[in-house]
């Protein structure tokens, strides 16, 4: 985030994560991204250590209750580490707290986010099944309600963190005749008996986060781990979507950063032709390129972040959360490709960083929402709010400043 945008207070908070960053052992990312670590444990731990969990949450429950636009500060610079670090990072101190500390019961509050903040647990968030990501409310996962409990069954799949959690945020229809959207809810699952996974993804990238595949078999859920209402899942989705999806987009700014900076370094030293690379508008212009696509992915993610508190309408917030999801995601994208593409052959190997930043970033317009449902959800949005303004009388007519505008017999629209 913009160092000029942040108070004292976020810059000392940025200046701790950085620290934390620069603890990590190369050997560790290097591990991670064979495979031969699963899951990186220590280091959530060791950010819990050091208070770094959940800075958006009450200090009673280990958080340090900052703002929206410290959490998106902090998701890049952990970003910055890797991908994977970010998703991580992202799933247990920002998704499911979230959906705890909003939706949940003192009870819930105390028994589940204050030991994790503290590094004691481990949570995941369960939407995706084997059927489909996208069509998020045809879930086929059923809650059965026995009298003091509820009964599971049913699959998710590509669980972060899945291999390691002692707890689920798991989504299932209570009542399979109501509409879909509206027969959904939220339970608090602990690893019992019945709750089985299975780390068994080949991933392209972003490896070592245990995402694994959920089997819940007959699994005992009492009914005080029914989060918010009966059949009032939606209402936790939503809320849901908004660090999921921002959080996305701030963690995904951090994982290019490291491919814009090996570039810039390396066209700075590599010579042909008698010159430094550099000096060549080829690279140097895909350079500002990725610079300027970073800058803007920041200006973007900083606005969204400061209008989610400010009061705006749900679906003016939906829509701009959507787009700077979309944008950024695809922006960083490109930072890491014009990295690559200015490095040549030697980019493509594992001598640099970038191939593995390029792998890891293709998830980042695929997960927590595909790109094209934020361009689904910022279409709908936008004209919804365009025949609002329209019919509050809160904007100018553009049409009738032409010169022909009179022309009726041209505006054809059938």
């Known amino acids: ?61 280990g958080g340090r209750e900052m703002d929206w636009a410290t959490a998106c500060m902090v998701c890049e610079e952990v970003g910055v580490l890797g991908y994977i670090f970010g998703c991580v990072f992202g799933v247990g101190a920002e998704l499911v707290c979230d959906a705890i500390v909003q939706h949940g019961t003192e009870e819930q509050k105390q028994k589940y986010v204050a030991p994790l903040l503290r590094g004691e ?93 959920l089997s819940l078999e007959d699994v005992r859920v009492p009914k005080e781990n029914l989060l918010g209402r009966l059949h009032g899942g939606r209402a936790v989705f939503d809320t849901m979507m908004v660090p999921e999806r921002l959080g996305t987009a701030a963690m995904t700014i951090g994982a290019a950063r490291p491919a814009l900076e090996v570039a810039t370094e390396y066209t700075t030293k590599r010579k042909a032709f008698g010159q430094v690379i550099n000096r060549f508008e080829g690279v140097s212009f895909q350079i500002a390129e990725a610079a300027m696509l970073l800058d803007a992915s920041r200006a973007m993610t900083y606005t969204t972040a400061r209008a989610i508190p400010a009061g705006l309408p749900d679906g003016r917030v939906r829509r701009l959360v959507s787009e700077t999801k979309k944008f950024v995601t695809e922006s960083c994208q490109k930072v890491a490709h014009n990295a690559m593409q200015v490095m040549g052959g030697i980019g493509y190997t594992n001598v640099f960083p970038v191939e593995r930043i390029v792998r890891d970033l293709r998830l980042a317009s695929i997960w927590t929402g595909s790109n094209e449902v934020m361009s689904m959800i910022a279409a709908s949005e936008w004209y919804r709010e365009h025949r609002e303004m329209r019919a509050a009388g809160k904007t100018r007519d553009p049409e009738p400043d032409a010169a022909e505008a009179e022309a009726a017999e041209e505006k054809v629209y059938e």
Do not use: W
């Open 1 to 61: 985030m913009f160092d000029y945008l942040l108070t004292a207070e976020q810059l000392r908070l940025r200046d701790e994560v950085r620290d934390l960053v620069r603890s990590v052992p190369r050997q560790m990312i290097l591990d991670m991204d064979a495979d031969k670590i699963e899951f990186p444990k220590e280091f959530l731990r060791e950010a819990a250590r050091r208070n770094l969990l959940g800075c958006r949450y009450p200090r009673a429950l």
């Open 121 to 213: 647990l481990f949570a995941a968030e369960c939407l995706t099944e084997p059927r489909g990501g996208s069509d998020f409310f045809g879930t086929t996962t059923r809650a059965e309600d026995r009298g003091d409990h509820f009964v599971l069954n049913g699959q998710k799949r590509f669980i972060v963190g899945g291999t390691v959690a002692d707890y689920f945020l798991v989504y299932a229809r209570t009542d399979p005749a109501a509409e879909p959207h509206k027969g959904i809810s939220c339970f608090v699952v602990d690893r019992t008996p019945g709750v089985k996974t299975k780390y068994i993804y080949g991933l392209m990238g972003s490896r070592g986060g245990g995402a694994c595949r």
